[in-house]
């Protein structure tokens, strides 16, 4: 079996690679080529954290000698890590198994990878939702998630300027995007004038409250929510999301995970009928992403097994080509 350090995936790993590995997944998923479990989540109370377990199932192609990609992800979210122990919030592991014998072939670290396949999936979105125009970013949040947003707005859209709304120090990320985007990126408390002059928001963050007022966004503006992750969390108000054309990353996942939507749904503010489509629909054309240049859109992600097991199958590739990682046996 292959070990796959973070370094590793790290050096491997691109993310306009990692984008089209993910959307090469949601058309696989339209096309009903992939088994894909509702994640399972065992809450550890006692210590704010969270267990989750996500298995995924990608056929192949016979035609190409083509087994497929099978795989299950393994990740922690212990919300009090920075805080008590100056640790990250998430950690993960993925183990990759031959789809057609069952045979473990790797265990790779996916804390990076998570954070990648995570801006993978907000960068097709946005390639679908945004306007083609659209140049100007506020992200919320600044840690591990918050990066790779902004590496996959800056993929797949004319970037030029970002602002940074976040808790606490945010000088040293402000410096690292600005090296790697190339573009101005400043630090801002003023929420409002930070949503005003957004064509994209991302939300990448823990909260349990909404961060801004739906009402200040403008039209034309496109979101990625992907911080919250419980029917309890939200980084939306109601008004931002009945103001929106929401389109999930599944509905069956949204429906019991993302507060932003559950939230306004038992509220009775919208129907299930607000949310008009999922990403693997959009993407293979069925639903459109965005009908109006007016028009604000919403792709809301819980995450799915789905965007691992794609990139994981990517990295692995690449390592058995390159000769990276070390080799052991069980």
Request: charged share 15%; net charge negative; with cysteine.
């Given at each position: 079996m292959l070990i796959l350090t973070r370094h590793d995936v790290e050096a491997l790993l691109t993310m306009s690679d990692a984008i089209e590995a993910v959307e090469a997944g949601f058309r696989q998923l339209a096309a009903g080529a992939v088994e894909l479990p509702q994640r399972l989540a065992t809450v550890v109370a006692p210590h704010n954290g969270i267990h989750?377990?996500?298995?995924?199932?990608?056929?192949?192609?016979?035609?190409?000698?083509?087994?497929?990609?099978?795989?299950?992800?393994?990740?922690?979210?212990y919300n009090d890590n920075?805080?008590?122990?100056?640790?990250?919030?998430?950690?993960?592991?993925?183990?990759?198994?031959?789809?057609?014998?069952?045979?473990?072939l790797a265990l790779m670290d996916a804390e990076h990878l998570t954070a990648m396949r995570t801006g993978a999936v907000s960068g097709v979105a946005t390639r679908y939702m945004a306007r083609?125009?659209?140049?100007?970013?506020?992200?919320?949040?600044?840690?591990?998630?918050?990066?790779?947003?902004?590496?996959?707005?800056?993929?797949?859209?004319?970037?030029?300027?970002?602002?940074?709304v976040a808790l606490g120090e945010t000088a040293s990320f402000v410096r690292r995007m600005?090296?790697?985007?190339?573009?101005?990126?400043?630090?801002?408390?003023?929420?409002?004038?930070?949503?005003?002059?957004?064509?994209?928001?991302?939300?990448?963050?823990?909260?349990?409250?909404?961060?801004?007022?739906?009402?200040?966004l403008q039209p034309g503006a496109h979101i990625n929510a992907i911080g919250a992750y419980t029917k309890?969390?939200?980084?939306l108000d109601t008004t931002t999301v009945r103001r929106s054309r929401v389109i999930?990353?599944?509905?069956?996942?949204?429906?019991?995970e993302a507060g932003d939507l559950v939230i306004p749904l038992q509220e009775g503010i919208i129907s299930p009928a607000?949310?008009?489509?999922?990403?693997?629909?959009?993407?293979?054309?069925?639903?459109?992403?965005?009908?109006?240049?007016?028009e604000i859109t919403l792709f809301k992600s819980v995450g799915l097994a789905l965007q691992d097991a794609m990139v994981a199958a990517l990295v692995h590739r690449r390592a058995v080509a390159q000769g990276v990682g070390q080799t052991i046996t069980l």
């Open positions: 989750l377990s996500m298995p995924a199932f990608v056929a192949g192609d016979p035609a190409r000698d083509d087994p497929g990609t099978l795989t299950i992800k393994v990740v922690t979210v920075r805080a008590r122990y100056d640790l990250p919030t998430i950690h993960a592991v993925l183990l990759l198994h031959d789809a057609c014998t069952g045979q473990p083609p125009d659209a140049s100007s970013v506020t992200i919320f949040g600044a840690g591990a998630q918050a990066g790779p947003q902004l590496l996959a707005m800056a993929a797949v859209r004319p970037i030029r300027q970002v602002q940074v600005h090296d790697a985007l190339g573009v101005p990126v400043t630090a801002t408390e003023d929420v409002r004038a930070a949503v005003e002059a957004a064509d994209i928001l991302c939300t990448a963050t823990n909260s349990p409250t909404p961060l801004f007022d739906g009402a200040w309890t969390m939200r980084e999930v990353d599944r509905r069956q996942a949204a429906q019991v607000h949310i008009v489509g999922e990403l693997a629909e959009v993407v293979t054309g069925s639903v459109p992403g965005r009908t109006s240049a007016p």
